[in-house]
Each structure stands twice: as structure tokens, then as C-alpha cells.
């Protein structure tokens, strides 16, 4: 069973925020741009996988990386029970599977039933087919913060190819243009 860490801070609004100034936290929110992932969770024999777009490495000793998913997310409570899970990185050509995985009620439904091929990783969870790379994770610790869970992974496998990513920005998917000459940081 994976550890649970106690909340930073204690609110005491209990994230009540008038809409005024959701309305504007959204919109600044929309101004960054984000690959789009995919998680996924077996359950069962099933499944589980939802479209995300707050995925980050964290830190490379020990290699982990995180996600947020809702904390009522059927992924959130999968991931914890099964203690893996994998991340992929959709190819701009794969934008149908975010939409269809971004749906109310498709985290539940299944890749499966939704007709979104899958491969297994070392771990036997699974990547979306034709992402750009996955990462296979073993759950090193979930934090709850506000309506999303945040599943941290210590990565325990990796695969990549070449391609374009899959962009998210202003409310609208996008690719990159023209490559320039590759530079390393």
C-alpha cells in the first residue's frame, strides 16, 4: 500500500473561491502550455486511463515523476491498490485519444471498451500504443491536495521514440512548428 503524506498546510476556506476569480485562475491557467499524458491503471484486468495535463518529472536520484488526477478518479483509488502505474506521452497524431480519455466518465470505461490499443510495460500495467515515450512507475507517495490527488512515481522502466508531441495550450490542442537545430540543456 502506498504512503500517504500529510497536508502541507491546513486551509481553513476550504477551497471555496468565489467564481469571479475562478473564472480568472482558469483563464491565466490556460495561457500554459503542456504536453498531454495519459495515465493509465490496471484494475482488475481493466484499464483504467484518463487524459492529464499537469505531468512533471521531479527529481532524477531517485528517478520520480507526478500527476494529478481527482481525487474521485476510479485511477486515484486503482493506482493505490495495484501500487503501479504508467504515464504516456501522446504523439501529435494521437489528439483523438486525448479527447475520448478527457471525457466525464471515461477514466472508468476501460481503454478497451473505448477501442484504445494498449502495450504492456515491465511492470505489466501499460502504455498508450504509438505514444510518444512512458514511464513506468511504482507508487512512491500520494498527496492529496484540494479536489486532486497527486500520485508521485518512482520510475522503474522508460521507452521513447522520435516524433512530435501533442500540445495543450489556450484551450486548444496544438503541435510545434518546424524543428530548429537541436540544442542540449
Not at 151 to 167: D, K, S
Amino acid at each position: 500500500m502506498a504512503h500517504i503524506s500529510a497536508p502541507i498546510l491546513l486551509r481553513t476556506d476550504h477551497g471555496n473561491v468565489p467564481v469571479d476569480q475562478e473564472d480568472g485562475f482558469r483563464l491565466a491557467a490556460r495561457c500554459l502550455a503542456s504536453s498531454v499524458a495519459v495515465v493509465s491503471v490496471t484494475d482488475g484486468g481493466k484499464v483504467l486511463a484518463k487524459t492529464v495535463s499537469s505531468f512533471t518529472t521531479v527529481s532524477l536520484l531517485p528517478q520520480l515523476v507526478s500527476v494529478w488526477v481527482g481525487s474521485r478518479s476510479p485511477i486515484a483509488h486503482a493506482a493505490a491498490m495495484a501500487d503501479t502505474f504508467t504515464v504516456s506521452i501522446l504523439e501529435a497524431g494521437q489528439e483523438d485519444i486525448s479527447v475520448a480519455l478527457s471525457r466525464p466518465g471515461s477514466g472508468a470505461r476501460g481503454t478497451e471498451a473505448m477501442g484504445i490499443a494498449t502495450t504492456a510495460v515491465p511492470s505489466g500495467a501499460v502504455a498508450i500504443t504509438g505514444c510518444l515515450s512512458w514511464f513506468d512507475c511504482r507508487i512512491h507517495d500520494l498527496v492529496e491536495g484540494g479536489d486532486h490527488t497527486m500520485l508521485i512515481g518512482q520510475v522503474t522502466a522508460t521507452g521513447r521514440r522520435e516524433g512530435n508531441p501533442l500540445l495543450y495550450h489556450d484551450g486548444r490542442y496544438r503541435t510545434l512548428g518546424t524543428s530548429t537545430p537541436e540544442r542540449r540543456i
